[in-house]
């Protein structure tokens, strides 16, 4: 099994953009597609993008995904951050048999 | 609308047994693969298992396999969690969640578990 590595907290100021990094410890982040989950406290995760890079209906363009085969990463990209964009943040994977947490982003927006 | 409503939590001692239950509403229950995922107090999400939309092909994460079983009614819509030897580790809130390809779209509002003496 791999894991999916995401760096603890991030902050930023409104209006500013924030890129939250999700790494693959093993095996190719391109082989199989990762998903983000947005989470707010007290409420059930939300998906804010899909399938590398896909937002569905409703999530504002403001949201954006990547992945980075030379780093073996994948990143969600907040651009013109709003206080309601204060959440946890999660990366998911998976391969044949198995799904895969990143450990979530605490984004404070300051 | 989509709906997915869990239910079965509790207070249950280590060693114990539950079993949570999840009811679907707003599609066709019968099309898509199902899961449960948790997360312990004040900890990120854990995938514990999935079943295909027929039933026939069943997934869980390590540290459930054994002691988790999960299945589906299709002809009541619902997904069903049987856990059993729980352990103070399990504690946690237990989401149904709607699994579209590769990643889940819809989720309940979840289901608290506590293993404790």
């Known amino acids: 099994n791999f894991m999916l590595t995401q760096p603890h907290s991030v902050s930023e100021s409104p209006g500013k953009t924030v890129t939250i990094s999700c790494t693959r410890s093993s095996g190719s982040i391109a082989s199989n597609y990762v998903q983000w989950y947005q989470q707010r406290p007290g409420s059930a995760p939300t998906t804010v993008i899909y399938?590398?890079?896909?937002?569905p209906s409703g999530v504002p363009d403001r949201f954006s995904g990547s992945i980075d085969s030379s780093s073996n990463s994948a990143s969600l990209t907040i651009s013109g951050l709003k206080t309601e964009d204060e959440a946890d943040y999660y990366c998911?994977?998976?391969?044949?048999?198995?799904?895969?947490f990143g450990g979530g982003t605490k984004l404070t927006v300051l | 609308q989509v709906q997915l409503v869990e239910s079965g939590g509790g207070l249950v001692k280590p060693g114990g047994s539950l079993r949570l239950s999840c009811a679907a509403s707003?599609?066709?229950?019968?099309?898509?693969?199902m899961s449960w995922i948790r997360q312990a107090p004040g900890k990120g999400l854990e995938w514990v298992s999935y079943?295909?939309?027929?039933?026939?092909?069943?997934y869980y994460a390590d540290s459930v396999k054994g002691r988790f079983t999960i299945s589906r009614d299709n002809a009541k819509n619902s997904l069903y969690l049987q856990m059993n030897s729980l352990r103070a580790e399990d504690t946690a809130v237990y989401y149904c969640?709607?699994?579209?390809?590769?990643?889940?779209?819809?989720w309940g509002q979840g289901t608290l578990v506590t293993v404790s003496s």
């Open positions: 079943i295909s939309s027929s039933g026939s092909t069943i």
């Open positions: 707003g599609f066709t229950f019968s099309d898509y693969y």
């Open positions: 969640a709607r699994k579209n390809l590769y990643y889940f779209d819809y």
């Open positions: 998911q994977s998976y391969d044949s048999s198995n799904v895969v």
């Open positions: 399938e590398d890079n896909q937002r």
